[in-house]
């Protein structure tokens, strides 16, 4: 079992529909998890952090975080072409952050 | 890219032969760190810095060393180059606490051959 793990999509989506992409970890003793963008060829992009059990909302993206059934999810609504690209899910233990593959997003006109 | 540079942005090199990527910030971050992205594998980190000659090894740290004499700059040595080490290497910053929230540069593109 991965430590981190994402679908890889493609999750297409048409333009201003909301994009869902969700993520599981395995180590219970998570504590912060972060969410970044990458587009083709380019570096991860910080999105979004966070770190308690709940939604916090940035613009267009929410994330949401449940400790309790260990998963994060990104909403991202109003869901526009130029957010096509590969989302990547990170989670933080004490010393240690691992990486999902990410989810590719594709937002269809 | 939050004032971070990497150079070379592209290499290629032969197996045996020993290669240094560089990091270079100009946000004054505490923290630096050193990864690898491969297909099917994520980021994966490979040493990080937590001060001035201050290192630690990552996952996968085998066949690199690293270095950080000034506060600015973090540079990945490979010893000897293998084929398994071509891949995107991106180097990162952050501030606000060990492997929190980190800034990338715009990565490396090194093929072994």
């Known amino acids: 079992q991965k430590e981190v793990e994402q679908n890889s999509g493609p999750l297409s989506v048409p333009e201003g529909a909301i994009a869902s992409l969700n993520c599981t970890y395995s180590?219970?003793?998570?504590?912060?998890f972060f969410w970044y963008r990458q587009y083709s060829g380019k570096s991860p992009e910080l999105i979004m952090s966070?770190?308690?059990?709940g939604d916090k909302e940035d613009g267009r993206f929410t994330a949401q975080l449940n400790k309790a059934s260990q998963y994060v999810s990104l909403l991202i609504r109003d869901s526009q072409p130029s957010d096509s690209a590969t989302y990547l899910c990170?989670?933080?233990?004490?010393?240690?952050?691992?990486f999902g593959t990410g989810t590719r997003l594709q937002v269809t006109l | 890219d939050a004032g971070i540079t990497q150079s070379p942005r592209h290499k290629v090199t032969e197996t045996g032969t020993p290669v240094t990527l560089r990091c270079h910030q100009t946000?004054?971050?505490?923290?630096m760190y050193w990864y690898r992205q491969d297909p099917g594998h994520g980021l994966r980190l490979i040493h990080y810095s937590y001060g001035v000659k201050d290192t630690d090894k990552g996952e996968v740290s085998d066949g690199y060393s690293v270095s950080r004499s000034k506060t600015e700059d973090f540079l990945l040595t490979l010893e000897s180059a293998t084929s398994s080490q071509t891949s995107v290497y991106f180097c990162?910053?952050?501030?606000?606490?060990?492997?929190?929230?980190?800034?990338f540069g715009p990565g490396t593109r090194l093929t072994v051959t």
């Open positions: 990170a989670a933080l233990t004490a010393s240690k952050l691992t």
């Open positions: 180590d219970r003793v998570s504590q912060s």
């Open positions: 966070i770190y308690s059990n």
């Open positions: 946000e004054n971050h505490r923290y």
């Open positions: 990162a910053i952050s501030e606000s606490g060990l492997f929190y929230e980190q800034y």
